[in-house]
């Protein structure tokens, strides 16, 4: 594994960057760092130049101050996203993954800086905003994850983001999944909160979306949901949905085969 880390406008942004040829770059969720990728990087890596950053303050990357009073947008990570391909010299339309809240960065990519991707994966996220209770709610989760740290939290979600399958029969992901929530930065946790609870609402701009695109959700997922990702497809002009089968929301860790089965499929219809 070839991990880089640069410094940039006063933090530090760490990523992995391996292998050769068009540029895959997967951007991870909420509040997970890039090692939630681990099956597809393992993959991909193989026939694809594969870019998986840590966003602002999560994994090895560092935040600001700053950030956790305001809040770091989803506009900022998709130019910290940037910042990772202009520093690491790539000029060629990337193939970008977004996963959930990754998905939410990858919808700013899309809408400001559209000349560097070449096809998009939506893999369970969202295009709607949070309704006013759901972003009043996160408010809250942010004031507390600064003054009693990230257990509550990672111990609320875990259950939420697995299949029931999961939880009962793959120690490995529940283990995985529970530890990187478990060790994420409470600052990181309570900026991305912050960020997430005022994002825009992007369903109005699907339809000008005119790149190739992927679909992807757990057919268990409870937070985003297929029938959700079927309507963001049926808007979009140029995409195709797949639904995930033994998943819940993680569906790169909860069946890696086939979220790398149909990524493989659509990376091959692009030439
Ligand atoms: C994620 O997995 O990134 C989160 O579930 C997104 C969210 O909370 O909206």
Redesign the pocket.
């Known amino acids: 594994m070839t991990q880089i880390a640069f410094s940039y406008q006063g933090i530090e942004i760490a990523c992995l960057d391996q292998g050769g040829g068009t540029p895959l770059v997967l951007i991870h969720?909420?509040p997970?760092d890039y090692s939630m990728w681990q099956p597809q990087i393992a993959a991909f890596s193989k026939r694809f130049r594969v870019i998986a950053p840590d966003l602002r303050g999560f994994g090895k990357s560092s935040l600001l101050p700053s950030d956790v009073v305001e809040g770091v947008a989803m506009e900022r990570y998709a130019a910290d996203v940037v910042a990772t391909l202009d520093y690491l010299q790539v000029d060629q339309p990337a193939i970008m993954c977004g996963?959930?809240?990754?998905g939410y960065v990858l919808w700013q990519l899309v809408l400001h800086h559209s000349e560097r991707i070449k096809a998009l994966v939506l893999c369970?996220t969202?295009a709607a905003a949070d309704s006013a209770e759901a972003s009043a709610a996160r408010l809250d989760s942010a004031n507390e994850v600064l003054h009693s740290g990230v257990a509550g939290l990672a111990e609320g979600m875990l259950p939420k983001?697995l299949a029931p399958q999961t939880l009962a029969g793959n120690t490995h992901v529940v283990q995985h999944v529970g530890a990187m929530m478990r060790t994420a930065d409470p600052g990181a946790v309570a900026a991305a909160l912050r960020g997430?609870a005022c994002r825009e609402d992007v369903r109005s701009r699907l339809p000008s979306i005119n790149l190739p695109s992927l679909l992807l959700a757990g057919a268990a997922d409870a937070?985003s949901q297929p029938a959700e990702m079927r309507e963001i497809a049926a808007l979009l002009p140029r995409a195709e949905f797949k639904e995930i089968a033994d998943a819940g929301?993680m569906t790169t860790l909860e069946n890696p085969a086939a979220v790398n089965g149909a990524l493989a499929l659509f990376a091959e219809s692009l030439g």
């Open positions: 969720g909420f997970f996963f959930s809240m990754g369970d969202r983001l997430m937070i929301h």
